[in-house]
């Protein structure tokens, strides 16, 4: 009586049968079959995130939180990037390589105006293709006796409200000569264009 690893060959022959009744067939080859390696659809990628800015950027309807945001400190240094923005180019703006095209100071504002103007700024900068520009949002502290003595408001709500904003690719605190932990340069998504 000879063994198929540990079973008699009359049981691997009911088990075959058995399979072969309930309509399973037997691999020809014991090889997965990998298929052609897919290539990503850039084009298609770009069309749905132009549809979906397009479709989400409205003049009249807020881009931006009103809700708390994480307080950062008055020398913290800022920066964000989406995941697929090359190493390179974040790089670039972090050096303060790429030259602003516009830019927006919200000294003397009030929270809801600075929202307001940051929106319209951004907005009009979009329109016009500017692919880098500069806000100042300042260093200023919230009032004396406040549990955030060293709470810079507008500061940190800009800092959320451009990792909100579908059109702001990346975003880092500027050199000291623009304004250093004061300001941010902004680097936008030109209408149409993909990543």
Known sequence: ????????????????????EAGVKQLSSNRADPGKPKKPD????????????SASVTHDISRTSDGRVEPV???AYLDFAVADLPYRTHSQLKR??????AGLDLHGYTLEE?????ESFLH???????????????????????????????KSHVNAWLREWPSVLAFC???????????VYILLRRRGDAL
Not at 96 to 101: A, D, K, L, N, V
Not at 132 to 141: D, E
């Open 173 to 183: 605190s500027a050199r000291d000569l623009d304004g250093g932990t004061g300001a």
């Open 114 to 118: 600075a929202r307001h103007e940051l």
């Open 73 to 75: 400190r008055p020398s």
């Open 1 to 20: 009586m000879s063994r198929r690893r540990g079973l008699p060959d009359e049981e691997v022959s009911i088990f075959r049968q058995a399979l072969k």
């Open 42 to 53: 850039h084009e298609a990628k770009a069309e749905r995130r132009a549809a979906a800015t």
């Open 124 to 154: 009009d900068a979009r329109s016009r293709r500017y692919r880098c520009v500069l806000v100042v949002h300042g260093k200023a502290r919230t009032g004396a006796g406040s549990s955030f003595d060293d709470y810079p408001v507008i």
């Open 96 to 101: 303060g390589r790429i030259s602003w095209e």
